[in-house]
């Protein structure tokens, strides 16, 4: 299993333009998760998604869309991109069991806006 | 005031010591609590759960205090392979979203 995969590594916007980071899970998780890391600030949660076909918002939403068309993606969109979004994004999955809490954690998306 | 809160440190320790971090919640409501280590520009991994009262795990051990409304992290016989960033991350009852912390840092010196 590769468990959550993100794509791309790393990416350098200019400002306005727009791009779509992808999560990917293969553990068949429910609930999906995108957070931002920036210094001092811990992981803030952007969006989340507790199945397919569902979006929520999370702390920090505006200027980021997602969808979740398939259970296995999660994806993040930037349609204006703003050097204020230069951050470090990490997506999260976890079962859909009351029981299981624990998130898993893909390996990250270094973006600079410029 | 921030929803759960840690002291940032650094924590710079000799190998061998014991260190402990604290971690406190201001809602009531959580009810499952998380450690996390994270490596410079790495992902978070999960190193503890703690949902009633504690966890042990080898050196490392989660205590929950809920009347005062914190958890605690000891590690034991600190390795410089423990050298991290630990995070910890509270989930309220009945919801999905996680709140996490900011972070300690933590520095084993050889």
């Known amino acids: 299993n590769a468990g959550v995969t993100q794509t791309p590594k790393f990416r350098v916007l200019k400002t306005g333009q727009s791009m779509t980071l992808l999560c990917a899970q293969d553990?068949?998780?429910?609930?999906m998760y995108w957070y931002r890391q920036d210094p001092g600030m811990g992981l803030r949660l952007i969006h989340y998604?507790?199945?397919?076909?569902?979006?929520a918002k999370g702390e920090v939403p505006d200027g980021y869309n997602v969808s979740r068309l398939k259970k296995q993606n999660f994806l993040l969109g930037l349609e204006s991109a703003a050097p204020s979004q230069t951050s470090v994004y990490f997506c999260?999955?976890?079962?859909?069991?009351?029981?299981?809490?624990?998130?898993?954690f893909g390996p990250g998306t270094r973006l600079t806006v410029l | 005031r921030k929803e759960v809160e840690q002291d940032p440190g650094p924590f710079n320790v000799p190998e061998g010591a014991t260190v402990a971090f604290n971690c406190t919640y201001s809602?009531?409501?959580?009810?499952?609590f998380f450690w996390y280590r994270q490596d410079c520009r790495k992902e978070p991994k999960l190193l503890m759960s703690?949902?009633?009262s504690g966890n042990e795990d080898g050196r490392f051990t989660a205590q929950l205090n809920r009347a005062s409304q914190y958890i605690s992290l000891l590690i034991r016989d600190s390795k410089l392979s423990d050298s991290a960033t630990y995070l910890c991350?509270?989930?309220?009852?009945?919801?999905?979203?996680?709140?996490f912390g900011t972070g300690t840092r933590l520095k084993v010196l050889a």
């Open positions: 999260a999955s976890r079962p859909g069991l009351a029981y299981i809490n624990e998130q898993f």
């Open positions: 553990m068949n998780h429910e609930y």
């Open positions: 998604s507790v199945g397919e076909g569902t979006t």
């Open positions: 809602n009531s409501a959580s009810q499952s």
């Open positions: 703690v949902y009633s």
């Open positions: 991350a509270a989930l309220a009852s009945g919801t999905y979203k996680y709140i």
